[in-house]
């Protein structure tokens, strides 16, 4: 039993001049405390983005937003984007194919250069050290993504054309209400089983589509957030419940769809041009078609050369157009003896006249650091041309 004659109410209760020494056991648990927190705000951390945690620091430690400027680079394989960020008094620029990345590329690099400045505590950066600060950044950059369902993208010749579709709301309609809570309070009334939702992103103009779907019946919705897309589609929905199928079969967009993919069809080819790395070759092989040019010649003209060093030139091309038979040869005698055989061949022989492109001469024109470069680019946009263009007489 532990000697307590010595206590005295004084020493108990108002305390003492020495100093008191935390025991072993408290020292352990802080330790413990300190660890499962440090877990905590790693776990945290991991979860955001470059650009997420640059704002949310700079909000804490300045009271401020970083600024953004955005300039368009074009290049041979697309446009680029370059993204300038901008925060007390400290400029970062980064490069990327949109202007998402560029932002996230940019942040990245804000950041790293503050672990270097000292200054990874200010903005919330878990590390015991710089080293371990600059792997944590990284490793946000490097995670893979989880959410793979919202990355499938689709082709505008992809899509069921059959689906109501509609991308705004009507005037007389609350766009701002919760149709899928709406939607679902209709279904629990009428006790029917809940819809479904799916959702992707079309490739050509990088709208997301949401298809909703109850039973055999189904509807979409196409806006820029899946949360603005899933509404219209639940709204579309629950007017097909409350008014009939009817009212809905109005709400169509196959001709918008159909728009999208000769753009998707014409961007196919452009870049299959872009990647072409001979496009002189490509283009004289082209040419070289009998069924559509029986006659071509090539004449590079005017190569020059401008006071920042750039090489310009024109090309020339004449074409001469092979000779098909006229259409009323196939019209052999009174309508009623022509055959569907006979028919068809006229409507295929019409086909392969539109694709014919109309004698005479084209000029394009090339630019680029030497004068073979200046000849690709031409030949670049008279592949272009040829690929693309609908020749009808």
């Known amino acids: 039993m532990s000697n307590i004659s010595g206590l005295t109410f004084e020493s108990v209760f108002c305390g003492s001049d020495t100093p008191l020494r935390p025991s072993h056991c408290d020292n352990q648990i802080t330790q413990i405390c300190k660890a499962a927190k440090s877990k905590d705000d790693l776990e945290l951390f991991m979860r955001k983005t470059p650009l997420m945690i640059l704002e949310e620091g700079a909000k804490g430690a300045y009271q401020q937003t970083p600024s953004w400027s955005c300039a368009e680079i074009p290049s041979t394989s697309g446009p680029e984007f370059e993204m300038t960020l901008t925060l007390r008094g400290k400029t970062v620029k980064a490069r990327a ?127 820029p957030k899946i949360k603005h897309a899933k509404n219209l589609a639940a709204w579309l929905m629950l007017k097909s419940l409350e008014e009939g199928i009817e009212a809905v079969q109005n709400f169509d967009l196959s001709t918008e769809f159909e728009e999208l993919e000769v753009d998707e069809h014409l961007a196919s080819i452009r870049n299959e041009v872009f990647n072409t790395k001979d496009k ?19 004449d590079f003209k005017l190569p020059t050369v401008n006071n920042f060093g750039i090489h310009q030139i024109l090309l020339q091309i004449e074409i001469c157009r092979p000779d098909t038979p006229d259409s009323d040869d196939l019209q052999m005698g009174a309508e009623h003896t022509q055959t569907p055989e006979l028919m068809k061949a006229m409507v295929e022989k019409e086909q392969q006249r539109k694709k014919l492109p109309d004698p005479g001469t084209r000029v394009f024109s090339g630019h680029g650091t030497s004068e073979d470069e200046a000849v690709q680019s031409a030949c670049k946009s008279a592949l272009i041309h040829f690929h693309t263009y609908d020749f009808t007489d």
């Open 280 to 298: 002189k070759s490509a283009l004289i092989d082209l040419l070289s078609d009998k069924a559509r040019f029986s006659e071509y010649t090539l």
């Open 97 to 223: 194919s949109s202007k998402k990345a560029g932002k996230q590329k940019a942040a990245l690099e804000y950041l790293h250069q503050l672990i270097n400045d000292g200054k990874r505590v200010e903005f919330f950066i878990p590390g015991d050290t710089d080293e371990e600060a600059r792997a944590n950044v990284n490793a946000i950059v490097e995670r893979p993504q989880e959410d793979t369902k919202r990355g499938v993208s689709i082709t505008a010749k992809e899509v069921d054309k059959s689906i109501p579709t509609v991308k705004e709301f009507p005037p007389n309609v609350d766009g701002g209400k919760n149709w899928v809570g709406a939607l679902q309070e209709k279904c629990q009334k009428l006790k029917l089983e809940g819809p479904g939702y799916d959702d992707c992103k079309i490739e050509s103009n990088s709208q997301f589509m949401v298809t909703c779907s109850m039973k055999n019946q189904k509807t979409r919705g196409i806006k």
